[in-house]
């Protein structure tokens, strides 16, 4: 999240978060060596594991006591609301790598999962720490931080050519992604809308610019 804040509120537990969440970069780094059936296969699993957990926490209280004594530092208010019961992020990771697997080219979701663990986590950092001006619903500072670590990001995933306009959408793509994740707070977990909104614009701008080019859901050795 890159609210304003002056970054006072919980940051060392925020970073914490956030360090965490990096580990979520091997889901694109893995997925993209095995083939798309085994990724799928795994992920459900996962899914279905966090998505018990998250709900059986707020169903079998004994469950939940160690579930908050384990990771209660690390949630945010809203995903503690037990009148609510909320998912909580970790669960939406994993919802979102599985229905972004399901939706698109291998290269896609590399890509928007990739930036989405590593530009939400510094968005969030440096909109809590740096954040002065509001850009939308969140700080100026923390969305321009996703975009230049997004288009970093998009000079290191492969591509199906390698041509200029593949690097261009890619681009393309983090600045939609940096917007997403600026107005997504609130009414939609960025977990899920990033990726999915960044796989969606590549997916449009491959069609409208390469249409030649050809899009299949696993376009690596598999």
Same mark, same amino acid.
Request: glycine share 6%; charged share 15%; aromatic share 14%.
């Given at each position: 999240?890159?609210?304003?804040? @002056?970054?006072?509120?919980?940051?060392?537990?925020?970073?914490?978060?956030?360090?965490?969440?990096?580990?979520?970069?091997? +889901?694109?780094?893995?997925?993209?060596?095995?083939?798309?059936?085994?990724? $799928?296969?795994?992920?459900? %699993?996962?899914?279905?594991?966090? +998505?018990?957990?998250?709900?059986?926490?707020?169903?079998?209280?004994?469950?939940?006591?160690?579930?908050?004594?384990?990771?209660?530092?690390?949630?945010?208010?809203?995903?503690?609301?037990?009148?609510?019961? @909320?998912?909580?992020?970790?669960?939406?990771?994993?919802?979102?790598?599985?229905?972004? %697997?399901? %939706?698109?080219?291998?290269? *896609?979701?590399?890509?928007?999962?990739?930036?989405?663990?590593?530009?939400?986590?510094?968005?969030?950092?440096?909109?809590?720490?740096?954040?002065?001006?509001?850009?939308?619903?969140?700080? *100026?500072?923390?969305?321009?931080?996703?975009?230049?670590?997004?288009?970093?990001?998009?000079?290191?995933?492969?591509?199906?050519?390698?041509?200029?306009?593949?690097?261009?959408?890619?681009?393309?793509?983090?600045?939609?992604?940096? +917007?997403?994740?600026?107005?997504?707070?609130?009414?939609?977990?960025? @977990?899920?809308?990033?990726?999915?909104? $960044?796989?969606?614009?590549?997916?449009?701008?491959?069609?409208?610019?390469?249409?030649?080019?050809?899009?299949?859901?696993? @376009?690596?050795?598999?």
């Amino acid at each position: 999240m890159t609210q304003i804040d @002056n970054g006072t509120i919980n940051y060392r537990d925020e970073l914490v978060r956030k360090l965490i969440h990096l580990c979520s970069l091997s +889901i694109p780094v893995i997925y993209y060596f095995i083939p798309r059936s085994d990724g $799928i296969i795994i992920l459900s %699993i996962l899914t279905f594991i966090a +998505i018990a957990l998250d709900v059986g926490r707020y169903l079998y209280p004994p469950l939940g006591k160690l579930f908050y004594k384990i990771f209660g530092f690390l949630l945010r208010k809203h995903e503690v609301d037990s009148k609510r019961r @909320n998912l909580n992020g970790a669960t939406y990771v994993f919802i979102s790598a599985l229905t972004c %697997i399901l %939706i698109f080219p291998k290269i *896609f979701f590399v890509t928007a999962f990739s930036i989405l663990i590593i530009s939400d986590s510094l968005a969030a950092l440096i909109g809590r720490k740096f954040g002065r001006r509001k850009f939308l619903a969140k700080s *100026f500072e923390g969305t321009l931080a996703f975009f230049f670590s997004a288009s970093v990001v998009v000079l290191f995933t492969p591509k199906i050519e390698g041509s200029l306009t593949e690097y261009m959408i890619g681009i393309a793509a983090a600045a939609v992604g940096a +917007i997403v994740e600026n107005v997504s707070f609130g009414f939609a977990d960025d @977990n899920l809308s990033i990726p999915l909104a $960044i796989g969606a614009a590549m997916w449009v701008l491959y069609l409208i610019f390469l249409p030649d080019v050809q899009l299949v859901l696993s @376009n690596v050795p598999v």
